[in-house]
């Protein structure tokens, strides 16, 4: 995303990034992180809802802070950390939730 950030507006580089991880995230998330050993359409459709809050959360907020003078890529930067967090907080809580 880093490379993209410079040539495309924010929108559609954090655009390409999630679904570069929709498609390779749902299964190793599901199966190799969380250790579902059936992933179901109900899994698929919460991962992307949250690829989409996740999207959304990424580009609006780079676009907020690097409105304060910071380049995009910094921004971006800055919020991988905490975006991880929610993401792998809503995945193991929500999306990839096993049934006890």
Not at 66 to 95: A, D, E, H, R
């Amino acid at each position: 995303m880093q490379i993209l950030l410079i040539f495309i507006p924010t929108i559609y580089a954090t655009l390409a990034s999630q679904i570069f991880n929709f498609i390779f995230g749902f299964y190793f998330y599901g199966k190799k992180v969380f250790k579902v050993n059936h992933l179901t359409k109900n899994h698929l459709l919460r991962y992307f809802l949250l690829n989409i809050l996740i999207w959304n959360l990424n580009w609006l907020i780079i676009e907020q802070i690097s409105f304060t003078g910071l380049s995009k890529n910094i921004s971006s930067l800055m919020i991988i950390i905490p975006l991880g967090f929610i993401s792998y907080i809503l995945q193991k809580y929500i999306v990839f939730k096993i049934k006890t």
